[in-house]
Every structure is written in C-alpha cells, then in structure tokens.
C-alpha cells in the first residue's frame, strides 16, 4: 500500500514539529501549513489522505479551511485539534465532515491511536468501494445506496455469492430493499444475460399459483384453455426470484423442494418432467425459523434454502445512511425531466434522521419523493415533510435556509447571487422589471429567484 500523507496544519510551529515528528517515526509522508489558506492550497495541490488542522488559524479559520477542503478533496479525512471545551466548534467541525477532532492539550498516544483509526477507515472504504464498483457496473435497474457497516456486509456477501449458483434467501423488515439484493445478486452472476423471472407467492391463490410456477397442460383445471410454460421454465439459464416464500402454501413447498432437489419440474396435468436450469432466490419479510417450528414450513425446505442467507437491516439501525439515500432520491425524482434536484434544509434533514422509518427505505422514498412535489423542485423544508410541526426550520428573518448541502461551492454561488439580486432590487427601487433588465434576466427568472430567497418584500418601504 502506498504511504499515507499527513498535512499538519497549526500556527504554532512547536505542535507542528512535534507531530512531524511523531508521524514520520509511524511511518507517513508529513507536511505542513501554518494557515487556513496554507492548508487549502496544499489540499488542492496534493490531496493528502489526512488533514490535521487547529480550528483557531489566522487568515481563514479550521471551520472554514475545513469546509474547503471538503469541497476539493472529499476523499481526504480531517482530523480537527481544538483547545478544551469549545464544544461548539468541535460539533461544527463534526457536522461538516471532520472524521474525530482532539482537545488539546492531546497525549501523543491519542494522536497516533486516531490517525491510525482514519487510515483503517479509508481503507475499508476503499475496499467496499472496489466491491460496490462492481455491483453498480453491472446492475442494470437501481443502484444500492448506503455505507452503514451493516450494508458493508451486505454487499461482501453480494459480491462473494453472486457469482455461484447457491441459493440465498434474503430476509428482512418490508421496505429494506430485499428485491434489489436479489437483482444486484442477478445482474452480477453469470446468468446476467439470461431472464431475471420473478415472483411473488403472496400474490395468487394456491392453485394459481402452483400453475402459474409450473406451467400446466390444457385441461389441465377449470380455466386452463391452453398449455402454457411456467414461470420456472421461463427463468431456464437465468435466475428466478420467489418473493414472499413465508406466505407458500406447504403443497407448493413439497414441489419447490423438488426442483431444489432434481432442477426438474412438471407442467400441472402432466408427469412428464422438463429439465430446467436456474438460480434460485427467495424473500420474506416472516421468521421462516418460527413458521418451521409452528408446521407452517417445510423444515427440509427451509434448510435447501438457507444455504446462503442475507438480512437486510431496518433502516432505524442505520440512520448514517440516511443523508445518502435522501441525495439518491433527490437525483431520481425530479420535479420535472430536465429540472436539478431538489435540495433540502438542514433542519428537514435532522428530522429525517430523527424518524424511526417503520417502512424504511421504501417510506423514505415516498417521502422524499411527496417533498419534492410540495416544495416545486425548490428547497425541501420540514413544512414539506408529514411529520406535524415545523417550527425552527426558519431564518430569524423568516425566509428559508439555503442548502446546507456539504457543497461550500453552491452555498457561496447561492449567497453571491441573493447579493447581487438584492442589489439589483436596491437600484431599481423595488422595480422588478428595471432590476430584471439590470440584471440582464428575465422578469421570469427574476421573479423565481425572488421567491427562493424569500426577498418578496424586498427592498422594505419606506426608506
Ligand atoms: N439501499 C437502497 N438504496 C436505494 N434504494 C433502495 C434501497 N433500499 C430500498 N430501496 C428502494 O426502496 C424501495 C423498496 O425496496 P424493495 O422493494 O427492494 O424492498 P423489499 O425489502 O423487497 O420490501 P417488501 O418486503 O415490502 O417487498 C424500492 O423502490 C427500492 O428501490
Ligand atoms: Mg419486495
């Protein structure tokens, strides 16, 4: 592995050689900045894999310095030192992406204890990346989201068992994401150019349903008027999915056991057995251990099934997973086709993450997906979330946040812009079409800005 690089950033250049010194015995690459702005320029320049920077720097400050880096390098960690009990600034630092931050004074053991902890880290999230690469190159329908340990061990075992020919079961709470574990498991085996066949035995009455699997000869029951294939034959070198298994009546479960046991199956009203070659993938969202013990499920079954069994954690367990998820859904509902995504209110995204999500990710997409009608395809605030009560999400003055986004680049750009329009607004007096035309916009467009910023009343009458 490469050699870690190490910026220590500190006006003080005591504490920057003394934690030189200690690095380079640990073996990093170390340099150093005696500024925010030293710091932001060295970033741009070489992008080390760590950051460790005082918040108090003359020129631009660590909060400030960090957010810029942020915004250059995301893949560089920061490690933040502030002086005992300025918890304000250490929250800050956290919410913007520092990794851990250090009071000082610090024990050098400390230092060296949570630097190598930050190199832990990038490497596991290299490594979940190269497997996450492969998935979301090859999946065809939706991409995965979400970076949780608990989804980590997910995609290790997606990407471990994709490849082999053994039957998973997926389990987990309702909205977790079981079908697209089953699709990401489809698209990157090797039956990915044959059919992905799926379906849910929650769906059809049994004989329906045994019908609808296997196929049936005419005449076979009231209504078959002609042979038709089943869904196991059709899924023939691809994978079938069996979604909703615990709901399978035990009729059904002795004939699945068999395709299980011979890769066989007979059409309803025939003995005549066709050979068939598939992946086998099932789902439920039921304790297939307890419908086991009540008789509910065929034991034999149950255990051909478990050969390689993947839980799907409920979203609650998860909550860092939520700020990604609510970015994914953003990107794919838009309030129209050519329209940006939305964005959303730091207040929005805490009560977001304060929720429980009892339908979990399936929910948080209903949601998102209802915000963004609500607010336009604007600025999501919690007033556009059902969740009751909204206060807080305001400025003092009563217009909207602006996106929080960890995006420095789009805050400023907002903020420059409001200036300018606020200017414009000024000099023309509170004519919109002179301040439009100063602009050199559309009314249009000037009257849409208007009302993003709040600056309705703007300039206040009277002065
Ligand atoms: N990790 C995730 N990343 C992106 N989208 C997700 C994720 N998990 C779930 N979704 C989305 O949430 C919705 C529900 O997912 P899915 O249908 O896979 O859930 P399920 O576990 O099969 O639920 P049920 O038991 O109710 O059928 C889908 O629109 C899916 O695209
Ligand atoms: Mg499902």
Sequence with gaps: MAQKTVLVADDDAAIRSLLRQVLQDEGYVVQEAATGVEVVDKVKENGPDLVIMDVRMP???????????????????VLIMTAFGSSNAAIRAMELGAFDYVTKPFELDKINY????VFEYQDLAAEVEVLRGEISTLVQTERIVGNSPAMQEVYKTVGKVAKSDATVLVTGESGTGKELVAEALHYNSNRRAGPLVKVS???????????????????????????????????????????????????????LLRVLQDHKIERVGSSLPIKVDLRIIVATNKDLQKQVEQTKFRDDLFYRLN?????MPPLRERKEDIPALVEH????????????????????????????WPGNVRELENVVERAVVLSRGQI????????????????????DELPSEKSFFKKSVAQFEKDLIMKALRDATGNRSKAAEMLGIYRRLLYAKIKEYGLEGYPPKGR
Excluded: W
Excluded at 114 to 117: L, P
Excluded at 343 to 353: D, F, K, N, P
Excluded at 380 to 399: A, K, N, V, Y
């Design 114 to 117: 949570t630097v190598s902890k």
């Design 329 to 356: 859904f953003l990107a794919k509902h838009r309030y129209s086709a050519t329209a940006q995504p939305a964005a959303i209110s730091e207040e929005a995204l805490r009560r977001l993450m304060e929720y429980d």
């Design 380 to 399: 999501i605030t919690s007033r556009e979330l059902p969740f009751g009560d909204h206060e807080g999400d305001h400025d003092e003055d009563g217009t």
């Design 59 to 77: 020129e631009l400050d660590g909060i400030e310095a960090l957010s810029r880096v942020k915004a250059t390098s995301p893949k560089t960690s």
């Design 307 to 311: 050969v390689i069994h993947i839980n």
């Design 201 to 255: 035995c929650a769906a059809l009455p049994e004989t329906l349903l045994e019908a609808e699997l296997f196929g049936h000869e005419k005449g076979s029951f009231t209504g078959a008027m002609t042979q038709r294939r089943g869904r196991f034959e059709m899924a023939d070198k691809g994978t079938i999915f069996l979604d909703e298994i615990g709901e399978m009546s035990l009729q059904t479960q002795t004939k």
